[in-house]
């Protein structure tokens, strides 16, 4: 999908809604563990577009796992991204301790 989107860039806020909402709606079976190492393979790639789904999926899986420690360090990480555009996204997500 991210080497899709590197070609077609006005699709990255859809899929950013459309994977967020999937999972947020628990719309099949999803595991949130499974995410989140997804989530780092998707982060280690340095794919601009790889890393902007991942932070959708990060999103979905920490409000399922209430923000637990393991979402919020890996939040940390996306706000501090070299990224503007990344590091905006992930400091507008408010996590349960917040």
Request: proline share 2%.
């Given at each position: 999908?991210?080497?899709?989107?590197?070609?077609?860039?006005?699709?990255?806020?859809?899929?950013?809604?459309?994977?967020?909402?999937?999972?947020?709606?628990?719309?099949?079976?999803?595991?949130?563990?499974?995410?989140?190492?997804i989530?780092?393979?998707?982060?280690?790639?340095?794919?601009?577009?790889?890393?902007?789904?991942?932070?959708?999926?990060?999103?979905a899986?920490?409000?399922?796992?209430?923000?637990?420690?393991?979402?919020?360090?890996?939040?940390?990480?996306?706000?501090?991204?070299?990224?503007?555009?990344?590091?905006?996204?992930?400091?507008?997500?408010?996590?349960?301790?917040?």
């Open positions: 999908i991210a080497n899709c989107i590197s070609s077609q860039p006005y699709l990255l806020n859809k899929i950013y809604n459309q994977a967020f909402q999937s999972l947020n709606t628990n719309k099949g079976h999803w595991n949130p563990e499974t995410i989140l190492e989530v780092d393979e998707m982060w280690h790639e340095g794919c601009y577009e790889a890393q902007f789904i991942a932070l959708s999926l990060l999103e899986t920490g409000t399922a796992l209430l923000w637990s420690e393991e979402c919020v360090h890996r939040l940390r990480l996306y706000r501090g991204h070299k990224c503007i555009e990344l590091s905006t996204i992930a400091l507008d997500i408010w996590t349960a301790i917040e």
